[in-house]
């Protein structure tokens, strides 16, 4: 997860040795800057004229931030009022945070992961469930969703095609020997130590820590390994998966139109992914609460709430 240019630049040239997504991602940076005055007067916010594009659409790609998620209740970690006890989440989701204190860490997730079972996909995660069914079925055609969330809503609403750039909050990884996990477990049923935690009162304003010795969090299950267990997510100052961003490459290279809904557009890599499918002509649709820097790039924007403005775009029926 890389906030700024110069940590994205550094993952092309340290971490990925594709030279034909290192050119893509590079040209796309150039152009960015230099088309934004060129495009101001060329942005939409025409429902009708969208649908008529979204009719003809074969291969769709839908590219999802924690605005969408926001939309169920579930807290960005973000601007004032960000705060998990008196933690940013910046300083919580990182491996030196892990490997200095694995217990607040795991504590952190066990209540992301509460949380978020508490909570169910809006109208937004629905039609585009709906929107992956009616796109196969009326133009045999096919809808991914790329996302930077970690809590599978997507999932529950029904999306199949699904790519999740920053891995789930319901999987664990083994530190010791990387096995990989599905759990779904609520956060106290994680293990021993966790069963400690009131999580009814670990909330954004509460400021105690709960005492957790190393061997009573989560362990690996594998025989003879018995190793710490980590949430299986990114973590600021990590990498994404080389193969995920491969996956989502041959996606948006082939798609005919792109959907950004949720996002700021300031984490690279996936800052991106939309210019540059924008570079190559193709409709870019953004759904955002208010314009972003890069809302000029693209085709259409469509200002408010995305559990709202997204419904309404994706009918193919007028």
Known sequence: MFSSQHAFKKLISNEFTNQSIKSILKKTTMNQVNSQHSKRTMVSSDYKKFREILRNSKHVVALTGAGISAESGVPTFRGSGGLWRKYRSQQLATPEAFTSNPALVWQFYAYRRDLVLSKQPNPAHYSLASLEEEIRIRNNGKLTVITQNIDELHRVAGTKNLIE?????????????????????????????????????????????????????????????????????????????????????????????????????????AAMFAPQVAMRGKPVAEFNIEPEPSSFEFGFHFQGSCATTLPRALKFDD
């Open 165 to 269: 750039l920053h891995g789930t909050l319901f999987k664990t990884r083994c530190t010791r020997c990387g096995d990989i996990n599905i759990n779904r477990e609520e956060g106290r049923k994680l293990c021993e130590g966790l069963a400690k935690v009131n999580y009814a009162n670990c909330d954004f304003n509460a400021t105690e820590d709960v005492e957790i010795e190393l061997d009573e969090l989560p362990k690996c299950q594998k025989s003879k390994c018995n190793g710490l267990l980590r949430p299986h997510v990114v973590w600021f100052g990590e990498s994404l998966e080389p193969g995920i961003l491969e996956q989502c490459q041959k996606e948006l290279k082939n798609c005919d139109l792109c959907l950004v809904i949720g996002t700021s557009s300031i984490v690279y890599p």
